[in-house]
């Protein structure tokens, strides 16, 4: 700073001599424009330009409105200079340079051709340059060509380097690639473009401790660049260091506050540590900045999901979906909010979508598999979940899911061992509680089963579905008062929409029997009622209601149920039985009834 404030102290006195001199006024603007005061360099080559029109004047004032993104009148600028010297091969390199990001490419091509002619000094850096035009456009032989060759007359130069290596990198050649930024890097260990490129490499390749060693290091040398904070801030997430993510985007955003790409990065840290507020906040605010932001719009929805606030996660997924109908995020989180609703055919619709762009989702795996279970496809559901933990052994929804079909299958031992290692895993997962309290109890380990589901009910005591469990154990351990205590306050919040219509239809039978255990007839009677309407097969449910009808002397109704369980069941000891005791009932009360008659 100190040289350029002398410099312009310098040209200060000499214009103040020979004040119609333009030469110092140019070099007086070209001084402004290196230290990026574009408004002084302006004027003051402006001013030697109305003096005298001279080319350097006209290069310096075309590279100010290159700095000020005036690409047209930098053009005119460049057009004049090279009026005054047309053979200038630096203000053809540089001409080719606006001429590329007007995307006139093949006027840039004539101006390095003309360079190549002109200045065989400088044919590597040309050929550098002309093989970058070729990559703009797609025409990556050509370009090839002419980094190689470049190359090939000074193997260390780094501007070929840097071009070689971003075209092997869109060609998908990652190794050909880092072979030429670990050049750059041997020529030049404190390139940032180097560490950068390096490091995008890296993390293309999955190799995230080296991808975030470049990123430290490109961010030593230059602390403030947004770019490298965005992505070393995406490295630490993807490794799960959440709080180094949010340092390096709490840096970011207080160098650009109202960058909507920070703002969704932190907002999607603060909702895998789920602080969802925090979250919130951010994308809320991204939102206002980039309303179309699908990636905002995805995050927010599954905020709301995990919130269970359904409608607005609804809201903000069809949003995103409609913005890129293949984003996977939106379409899994879709998927299961749509399970979770029960609108099963929807969620499927969402989550064969995701296996098609992703057929590795254990997230969708998991739901899918969890759809067919509540449809009662086994099959289908056992293949979706054993391929999940394929993936990801250690999938606490996926096990806790399996577990619960494998008891639907009676596969008991099954059941528990993938149960256990979901509360292995995450040992408050209420789902898995249930679904081990309800195996433990099928196996007659009541103390255990109680256990499980006592925990789940010290923290939601009015859940209907571990409270049908627990009455029907208490109903098996002959505690009636407290089996119709938890029955019932089971039935009384039937609306929850976590409560499956299987388990209601098992707390009618349960408190159905216990009816019938203590003599209320009449009560039985209604709970089988209902329950045998949704489920007319249901052996026990037939069974139990065939014996109120024999308690209360209607035999030929007792009769009508039992033969439908010996239809079902035709060895059944229960039924046969009781249809024994019927008979005979029936046959002694005719005989009786017989007997008043002829009285």
Not at 265 to 271: L, N, P, T
Not at 402 to 418: C, E, H, I, Q
Not at 500 to 511: P, T, V, W
Request: proline residues 3%.
């Amino acid at each position: 700073m100190f040289k350029w404030n002398s410099a312009l102290q310098d040209l200060g006195i000499a214009i103040q001599r020979h004040p119609q001199k333009p030469r110092a006024y140019a070099l007086r603007g070209e001084v402004y424009r290196l230290m990026e005061k574009f408004d002084m360099a302006m004027i003051d080559l402006s001013k030697s330009l109305k003096l005298q029109q001279n080319a350097f004047a006209f290069r310096a004032r075309a590279e100010v409105n290159c700095s000020l993104a005036k690409y047209a009148e930098a053009i005119s600028d460049f057009n004049s200079a090279l009026n005054l010297e047309p053979n200038n091969s630096y203000t053809l390199t540089r001409r080719s340079k606006v001429y590329c990001n007007l995307k006139l490419f093949p006027e840039a091509l004539d101006d390095l051709d003309n360079v190549l002619m002109l200045d065989p000094r400088n044919t590597s850096s040309t050929l550098a340059n002309r093989g970058e035009v070729y990559r703009l456009i797609g025409r990556f032989d050509m370009a090839l060509a002419d980094l190689n060759s470049a190359l090939e007359r000074e193997e260390n130069n780094t501007l070929a380097l840097e071009r070689r290596g971003a075209l092997f990198r869109q060609m998908g050649k990652n190794v050909e690639a880092l072979m030429d930024f670990d050049n750059i890097l041997k020529l030049n260990p404190k390139s940032v473009f180097g560490h950068k490129n390096r490091g995008e490499i890296y993390q293309a390749l999955g190799n995230l401790n080296e991808a975030l060693y470049n990123f430290d290091e490109a961010l030593k040398l230059e602390r403030d660049n947004l770019s490298l904070l965005k992505h070393r801030s995406e490295i630490h997430r993807l490794l799960g260091n959440y709080q180094s993510a949010i340092n390096d985007l709490n840096h970011a955003l207080s160098i650009e506050p109202n960058d909507a790409f920070l703002l969704r990065g932190r907002g999607e840290v603060y909702r895998l540590i789920q602080c969802f507020d925090l979250s919130l906040t951010d994308f809320d605010k991204a939102l206002e900045i980039d309303p179309g932001n699908a990636f905002a719009l995805t995050s927010r929805g599954e905020v709301y999901r995990m919130l269970r606030k359904g409608a607005e996660a609804l809201n903000d997924l069809d949003h995103a979906i409609t913005l890129i109908p293949n984003n996977l995020l939106a379409r899994e989180s879709r998927g299961a909010l749509n399970r979770t609703f029960r609108r099963y055919e929807e969620a499927l619709r969402d989550l064969d979508y995701a296996l098609q762009l992703k057929p590795s989702s254990v997230f969708a795996l998991a739901n899918r598999g969890a759809i067919y279970y509540m449809l009662s496809r086994y099959y289908e559901a056992q293949i979706d979940l054993d391929k999940a933990l394929e993936y990801d052994p250690n999938h606490a929804f996926t096990l806790e899911t399996r577990g619960a079909l494998y008891n639907t299958l009676g596969k008991y031992d099954k059941a528990l061992s993938d149960l256990d290692r979901a509360l292995s895993i995450e040992p408050e997962n209420s789902w898995a509680l249930c679904y081990r309290g309800e195996v433990l109890f099928t196996l007659e380990k009541y103390d255990e089963a109680l256990e499980d589901l006592n925990r789940v009910l010290d923290l939601q005591p009015n859940w209907c579905y571990p409270l049908s469990v627990r009455g029907a154990l208490y109903r098996s351990l002959g505690c009636y008062t407290k089996a119709l205590e938890d029955l019932t306050s089971s039935l009384r919040n039937a609306k929850d929409r976590a409560y499956n219509i299987k388990y209601e239809n098992k707390a009618l039978l349960n408190r159905g029997s216990v009816y019938r255990i203590i003599g209320k007839f009449d009560e039985a009677l209604i709970d089988f009622n209902k329950a045998l309407l949704r489920d007319p097969n249901n052996i026990f449910g037939l069974c139990e209601r065939s014996y109120v009808y024999y308690s209360l002397e209607m035999y030929d109704y007792a009769l009508l149920d039992i033969n439908v369980v010996l239809v079902i069941d035709p060895h059944n000891s229960f039924a046969q039985n009781l249809k024994s005791k019927v008979e005979f009932a029936q046959n002694d009360k005719n005989l009786n009834d017989d007997n008043k008659d002829n009285f």
